[in-house]
């Protein structure tokens, strides 16, 4: 394979990414024919026969409504900067937890070995009862 080839096949990789991103941010605001002709393609990985062959359509229409959901999802997120945010988050996170192992460094044994504890912590039962019993004023 030539080298200008591995790119394209790269840079159409990262467009699915970011499709697959937006798709687990704003699926639910796509039609159940839309969301399961997404799902298959992205999710499940299958071709445009395969998806035409299962619906029941052609391959133009299994095309057309995948660039409609792409446009879709690039607007909800023009409008609305959940991904944005999200990513925004995530990198804070990261920042926020690098500067900490960093400093942790000058600390001694005991402490640094604390705080990699306290970072490596899985927070989600925590985070899910948090959500559970304040859903009224979080969600």
Same mark, same amino acid.
């Given at each position: 394979? $030539?080298?200008?080839? &591995? ?19 704003? #699926?639910?605001?796509?039609? #159940? ?5 997404? @799902? =298959?393609?992205?999710? %499940?990985? *299958?071709? !445009? ?5 299962? +619906?029941? %359509? ?6 057309? %409504?995948?660039?409609? %959901?792409? +446009? ?7 409008? =609305?900067?959940? !991904?944005?945010? =999200?990513?925004?988050?995530? &990198? #804070? ?5 690098? @500067? ?13 070995? +604390?705080? $990699?504890?306290?970072?490596?912590? @899985? ?9 559970? +019993? #304040?859903?009224?004023? !979080? *969600?």
């Amino acid at each position: 394979m $030539t080298g200008v080839y &591995l790119f394209f096949i790269m840079i159409a990789s990262m467009k699915d990414l970011h499709f697959l991103r937006l798709w687990d941010i704003y #699926n639910g605001l796509l039609t #159940n024919t839309q969301r399961e002709i997404t @799902d =298959l393609y992205y999710n %499940c990985d *299958l071709s !445009l026969a395969e998806i035409a062959e299962e +619906k029941g %359509c052609s391959r133009q229409s299994v095309s057309e %409504c995948l660039a409609t %959901c792409r +446009k879709q999802f690039e607007e909800y997120e023009e409008r =609305l900067h959940f !991904l944005r945010i =999200l990513t925004e988050a995530s &990198l #804070n996170a990261s920042f926020l937890a690098t @500067d900490i192992e960093r400093t942790a460094e000058a600390f001694p044994e005991e402490y640094r070995k +604390k705080i $990699t504890e306290i970072l490596q912590r @899985d927070y989600s039962q925590e985070i899910a009862s948090a959500i559970e +019993k #304040n859903k009224d004023t !979080l *969600l």
